[in-house]
């Protein structure tokens, strides 16, 4: 048998979270042409942001992420993972790719199923998958639509760490609570702390992160990752943008 371990990337953030929380900046290919990304990217490294996640848009196909990925890595040195809306997203110029079942989806495609299509392929390319659960939390977003997701309540701390233990137990290596890009506020602190408390994963948290007051509450709760999209799409990585990688590198310390 040979051993089905982390890959290279994994590695590297897990050994980096050991040392504290880090900061993911998501970047929407579709939405970044003429050499966005990779402007966006160098700012974002020379912030201090710890990845580069590749995603966002529905429809992406190969070659827009296969363009960005490629991009971005001459740009800077964090890794570019993509973060996949459907075996379009696959791209083998990215350094991995973010292997996400979307856990309370009614959408067995998006549980499973496109995993069982795309995962052949992705062995073929050799691209590093890491396994993680998706969780979305209300209000969702498009992401709550588009996945045909029965969100998590926001109230319903107990549903959350239901759904984050059976991926720990499943044998999935990160868990992502997804509050939906652009939400007007992110993913309760009471919620991230309850799972924290609960679930052996490493804990990803994104959907309405703005600012800085925003980041802290969820650090403090026990999140080893805080991913921020839209911010940088509405200001790239000015002041407000700055300020988030700021505070998760604070909490490092
Ligand atoms: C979306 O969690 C990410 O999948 C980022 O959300 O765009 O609200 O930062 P925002």
Do not use: C, W
Not at 5 to 32: A, Q, Y
């Amino acid at each position: 048998m040979t051993e089905a371990g982390p890959g290279r990337v994994e590695r590297h953030l897990r050994e980096r979270i050991r040392e504290g929380p880090i900061h993911l900046t998501l970047i929407d290919p579709e939405k970044s042409p003429g050499g966005r990304a990779a402007d966006v990217a160098r700012g974002a490294e020379a912030a201090g942001s710890d990845v580069v996640l590749l995603g966002g848009s529905t429809g992406i196909s190969p070659e827009t992420m296969g363009r960005a990925a490629t991009e971005v890595k001459r740009a800077v040195r964090i890794p570019a993972v993509i973060f996949p809306e459907g075996p379009g997203s696959i791209a083998r110029e990215a350094d991995a790719i973010l292997f996400m079942s979307l856990l309370n989806s009614r959408n067995l495609d998006l549980v499973i199923r496109a995993h069982a299509r795309a995962a052949p392929h992705l062995r073929a390319i050799g691209l590093e998958a890491i396994p993680m659960g998706y969780l979305v939390i209300a209000p969702g977003m498009r992401v709550g639509e588009v996945g045909e997701v029965d969100t998590v309540a926001r109230d319903d701390p107990a549903a959350a760490v239901g759904y984050g233990l059976a991926a720990e137990m499943l044998g999935m290596r990160f868990l992502y609570l997804e509050a939906g890009s652009g939400a007007p506020a992110p993913v309760p602190s009471a919620m991230v702390r309850a799972v924290r408390d609960a679930v052996r994963l490493p804990l990803i948290v994104g959907g309405g992160i703005r600012s800085a007051g925003d980041a802290r509450p969820l650090l403090d709760a026990g999140a080893d990752a805080l991913v921020t999209g839209t911010v940088t799409e509405e200001e790239g990585t000015g002041t407000e943008f700055r300020a988030i990688v700021q505070e998760v590198r604070r909490a490092r310390r």
